[in-house]
């Protein structure tokens, strides 16, 4: 378990490459054992996750980021599965609001952060502002930022700082008992074309399909750049990134049990102990209700 987490791990590594990582990857792993396998994976974490509930020692932040069509969606569905509800929260973000653009970037994030004990889902996050405003960066206008008077005057430096920002942010939360778990789930462009062919045939997945992620994929290469830069500059020993091959949905689930259970297994949790005088009023109790 613990190799198939460390081989998606990265750390900060200024080499990294997407081009590295095999799409297709499975392991040893084989389809028709992967129902199993998840069941068990999702039935200890759920065993663990009572843990961090009890302690209320650590919240857990899980971020989803990918191109459309990788699978976050099933994803966190089959993963999330077997968890108690009363210790997640799942947020999706989608275009910000005007209060939202009102405000830094980073604030629609910070106020949906998971309280301690609990674990909160990001379906996409404030990588947005990296990746998709990379692509379009005509998009920054709604920001009204000083810097996004004159886009074409916009440096590096622009950038610099929004990963700046963006490692800080992550850094603060890891100091103050927040642990996050960063995946990019990493499709082939081949795929994904096969998945929006087949939400466009299945009647029962149309809703799915839009228009507008077919116009943007002809900016793959970019969203790629995107990503693989987004990765290599906020990548930390702390909060690392984990790239998981998407192109076999039933391996990516595996992938991201996997890891969420050996990073939760790895803070050692434990029930709360009472004290001892909290431990004689139980006992005190016990025998009360025993004699009724």
Not at 131 to 146: C, D, F, N
Request: hydrophobic fraction near 35%; aromatic fraction near 12%; charge should be positive.
């Amino acid at each position: 378990m613990k190799n198939l987490t460390d081989r998606f791990r990265i750390t900060g590594d200024k080499k990294f490459s997407l081009r590295a990582f095999d799409t297709a990857y499975a392991s040893d792993y084989k389809k028709e054992d992967a129902e199993i396998i998840l069941g068990d994976l999702i039935k200890q974490t759920a065993e663990v996750e009572t843990e961090l509930y009890a302690s209320n020692r650590y919240a857990l932040l899980i971020i989803f980021q990918a191109m459309d069509a990788a699978g976050k969606d099933s994803a966190i569905k089959h993963t999330m599965s077997g968890l108690n509800p009363q210790g997640c929260q799942v947020y999706s973000f989608k275009q910000p609001s005007v209060a939202e653009y009102d405000h830094d970037f980073l604030w629609r994030h910070y106020i949906a952060l998971p309280e301690r004990g609990r674990i909160g889902i990001f379906n996409r996050s404030h990588y947005e502002n990296v990746l998709v405003t990379r692509v379009h960066p005509e998009l920054l206008v709604k920001e009204s930022l000083p810097e996004t008077n004159g886009l074409e005057k916009m440096g590096k430096d622009f950038w610099k700082q929004r990963y700046e920002s963006i490692r800080d942010f992550e850094k603060h939360l890891h100091r103050n008992g927040t642990i996050i778990i960063k995946f990019f789930l990493h499709v082939s462009k081949a795929e994904q074309k096969k998945r929006f062919l087949e939400r466009i045939e299945d009647p029962a997945k149309n809703w799915k399909f839009s228009a507008a992620d077919v116009e943007e994929r002809k900016y793959w290469d970019q969203y790629m750049d995107a990503y693989e830069t987004a990765i290599r500059e906020t990548a930390t020993p702390e909060n690392p990134w984990y790239v998981i091959p998407a192109d076999k949905k039933w391996f990516t689930r595996i992938a991201i049990s996997t890891t969420i259970l050996d990073i939760l297994t790895n803070l050692k949790l434990k029930y709360p102990v009472l004290p001892g005088e909290e431990l004689k009023k139980l006992q005190s109790m016990k025998q009360k209700l025993e004699k009724e």
